[in-house]
């Protein structure tokens, strides 16, 4: 439903009020309270507009959640800091007790049958979320900036952002000092820092030379740092090499940009090259085996398999929770409760590609049990009208 010109105007009022009185809780400094109504919300729309930089904002009061994630007044979720990845705080009393009966009593029941490195309440995490009070300590504004000028929020639906705050006159990058104290890794799985590489790599080199935070024996934290670096690095490294092959081409579509329903829609009945993590594998008895591509929360995109030999055959279950690419026409198909959803089929094994030195988490067998060859060229898919009654199956 569209909104009147009567009807935006109200809204855009009651949200005005709600910022300004959130706002006035916040208090500070002169030159935090120098924000008017026109220019908070200038800022805030800033947030959801392509760019780099996004601008200034108000700390909001009790401004740290943990050391990589921090709120500023208004906004309607937190920041997740880019290229951090402390570790997590104490915020219930079972995990208070399960540390307190042996530190490695404890992270082996947080392990349990886990394959892949963990996320964990721990005494480092307690520290990080120090380490950020004290940095912001006596900031009242801060500067947005972003990576990347598509890449607005996170799957959570957190914005995306390096953090800025000005000491004895010059903005200091909060992300890469946090690294630098060994506060956090140079956190890579959602690939490289495309403008601060050089700064975050040398700041963990220094950390890590200091034996500072994570990177002290004595102190304790996650102990698998080596075996985190080199998965995140082997992400990092497959979507670098996908963005390199994708400079100047619109049909490669990275699936975590703002546009990239809209480019999708563009290609509807072409070919694209998709690019995004596998959120989950839906295996189908008597109907197509979907493979969901993680955009958002409830905002998957959908790869369709009618041939359990094609899924076999592409190993793409050796990928679930990495990132994959995937070549294949745009098609849309209208459910039997109407409603409408882009997807790809895939009919030959060579439609995926994933990363060989990302580790196998899944425990699948990498060789896969379908028939098909990685050309595809003895898969013949359903007949069309096959595929037409099966893509509408609930």
């Given at each position: 439903?569209?909104?009147?010109?009567?009807?935006?105007?109200?809204?855009?009022?009651?949200?005005?009020?709600?910022?300004?009185?959130?706002?006035?809780?916040?208090?500070?400094?002169?030159?935090?309270?120098?924000?008017?109504?026109?220019?908070?919300?200038?800022?805030?729309?800033?947030?959801?507009?392509?760019?780099?930089?996004?601008?200034?904002?108000?700390?909001?009061?009790?401004?740290?959640?943990d050391?990589?994630?921090?709120?500023?007044?208004?906004?309607?979720?937190?920041?997740?800091l880019?290229?951090?990845?402390?570790?997590?705080?104490?915020?219930?009393?079972?995990?208070?007790?399960?540390?307190?009966?042996?530190?490695?009593?404890?992270?082996?029941?947080?392990?349990?049958?886990?394959?892949?490195?963990?996320?964990?309440?721990?005494?480092?995490?307690?520290?990080?979320?120090?380490?950020?009070?004290?940095?912001?300590?006596?900031?009242?504004?801060?500067?947005?900036?972003?990576?990347?000028?598509?890449?607005?929020?996170?799957?959570?639906?957190?914005?995306?952002?390096?953090?800025?705050?000005?000491?004895?006159?010059?903005?200091?990058?909060?992300?890469?000092?946090?690294?630098?104290?060994?506060?956090?890794?140079?956190?890579?799985?959602?690939?490289?820092?495309?403008r601060?590489?050089?700064?975050?790599?040398?700041?963990?080199r220094?950390?890590?030379?200091?034996?500072?935070g994570?990177?002290?024996?004595?102190?304790?934290?996650?102990?698998?740092?080596?075996?985190?670096?080199e998965?995140?690095?082997?992400?990092?490294?497959?979507?670098?090499?996908?963005?390199?092959?994708?400079?100047?081409?619109?049909?490669?579509?990275?699936?975590?940009?703002?546009?990239?329903?809209?480019?999708?829609?563009?290609?509807?009945?072409?070919?694209?090259?998709?690019?995004?993590?596998?959120?989950?594998?839906?295996?189908?008895?008597?109907?197509?085996?979907?493979?969901?591509?993680s955009?958002?929360?409830?905002?998957?995109?959908?790869?369709?398999?009618?041939?359990k030999?094609?899924?076999?055959?592409?190993?793409?279950?050796?990928?679930?929770?990495?990132?994959?690419?995937?070549?294949?026409t745009?098609?849309?198909?209208?459910?039997?409760?109407?409603?409408?959803?882009?997807?790809?089929?895939?009919?030959?094994?060579?439609?995926?590609?994933?990363?060989?030195?990302?580790?196998?988490?899944?425990?699948?067998?990498?060789?896969?049990?379908?028939?098909?060859?990685?050309?595809?060229?003895?898969?013949?898919?359903?007949?069309?009208?096959?595929?037409?009654?099966?893509?509408?199956?609930?």
């Amino acid at each position: 439903m569209r909104l009147t010109s009567v009807s935006r105007a109200l809204v855009v009022a009651i949200v005005g009020a709600l910022l300004l009185s959130s706002l006035a809780c916040f208090g500070g400094s002169k030159r935090a309270r120098r924000y008017q109504k026109a220019e908070l919300q200038e800022a805030l729309g800033r947030l959801e507009t392509p760019g780099l930089v996004i601008g200034e904002f108000t700390l909001a009061k009790n401004a740290v959640v943990d050391g990589d994630t921090i709120k500023v007044a208004g906004l309607d979720s937190s920041l997740r800091l880019c290229n951090l990845d402390t570790e997590e705080t104490f915020k219930n009393e079972a995990d208070r007790r399960l540390f307190e009966s042996g530190w490695e009593n404890y992270l082996s029941t947080k392990q349990g049958q886990s394959s892949r490195p963990i996320k964990a309440a721990t005494p480092m995490g307690e520290a990080a979320k120090e380490f950020a009070k004290k940095f912001f300590e006596g900031v009242d504004v801060v500067r947005l900036e972003r990576d990347h000028p598509k890449e607005i929020r996170d799957r959570y639906n957190r914005y995306l952002a390096y953090v800025f705050a000005r000491k004895n006159g010059e903005w200091v990058n909060y992300n890469v000092e946090a690294v630098r104290a060994g506060m956090s890794p140079y956190f890579t799985k959602y690939g490289y820092s495309r403008r601060f590489h050089d700064l975050f790599a040398q700041a963990q080199r220094e950390a890590q030379q200091k034996e500072l935070g994570i990177w002290n024996p004595n102190t304790l934290h996650y102990r698998d740092y080596v075996q985190r670096l080199e998965w995140w690095d082997a992400r990092a490294d497959f979507l670098m090499e996908f963005e390199t092959e994708a400079a100047g081409k619109e049909n490669y579509i990275d699936l975590s940009h703002w546009d990239a329903m809209r480019r999708l829609e563009k290609y509807e009945g072409r070919e694209v090259v998709v690019f995004g993590a596998i959120e989950e594998i839906i295996l189908g008895d008597k109907g197509p085996t979907r493979v969901k591509l993680s955009r958002r929360m409830g905002g998957a995109f959908p790869l369709i398999f009618f041939d359990k030999d094609v899924f076999g055959s592409s190993h793409i279950a050796r990928y679930a929770g990495e990132y994959v690419r995937v070549k294949g026409t745009v098609t849309r198909y209208r459910s039997r409760f109407g409603r409408e959803e882009l997807q790809i089929v895939v009919n030959f094994p060579g439609q995926v590609r994933g990363s060989d030195k990302v580790p196998n988490f899944t425990g699948v067998n990498p060789e896969g049990t379908g028939r098909g060859n990685d050309d595809g060229e003895d898969v013949e898919a359903p007949p069309a009208e096959e595929k037409k009654e099966e893509a509408n199956a609930p």
